[in-house]
């Protein structure tokens, strides 16, 4: 499975929804008014990462199941 580069492409869309997840959740923390300006952008950002990860990842198991 590590050599198969759509594997790479999955792995690398999950850590991009970790690092926009932790991104925002630091920015909750810190708060002040860079978060009021960009809590909202960060968070439909997370949501549109989320979605584009999770059609990679059902598209890479429906491919594995079928022997691709």
């Known amino acids: 499975m590590a050599n198969d580069p759509f594997f790479w492409i999955v792995a690398i869309a999950a850590l991009a929804v970790?690092?926009?997840?932790l991104f925002g959740i630091g920015t909750f923390g810190k708060g002040g008014e860079f978060n009021?300006?960009?809590?909202?952008?960060?968070?439909?950002?997370?949501?549109?990462?989320?979605?584009?990860?999770?059609?990679?990842?059902?598209?890479?198991?429906?491919?594995?199941?079928?022997?691709?």
């Open 18 to 21: 970790l690092a926009i997840l």
């Open 36 to 68: 009021r300006k960009y809590a909202n952008k960060i968070m439909r950002w997370r949501i549109g990462a989320q979605f584009f990860a999770v059609i990679l990842i059902v598209a890479f198991a429906y491919l594995r199941s079928r022997g691709g």
